[in-house]
């Protein structure tokens, strides 16, 4: 059997939680930030969990963890 890859697209967007669930950060924080607002800047810093039904699909492109 061969070795299963891990989607390196998905590796590089996605970190593993401690607790076995997925983090990713939200896109349009890295230019043109004069026309966003001081509220919209900061909610896109934060890390988002990624939903419960959407687990599966990143589970599978990252099956090494």
Not at 38 to 45: A, C, D, F, G, H
Request: proline content about 3%; hydrophobic content about 30%.
């Amino acid at each position: 059997m061969p070795k299963i890859k891990t989607n390196r697209a998905a590796a590089k967007r996605f970190k593993k939680t401690g607790s076995g669930r997925y983090t990713f950060s939200k896109s349009h924080h890295s230019h043109i930030l004069t026309s966003k607002s001081r509220k919209r800047k900061r909610s896109l810093k934060k890390m988002q969990l990624v939903k419960k039904s959407d687990m599966r699909e990143v589970r599978l492109l990252l099956p090494n963890g």
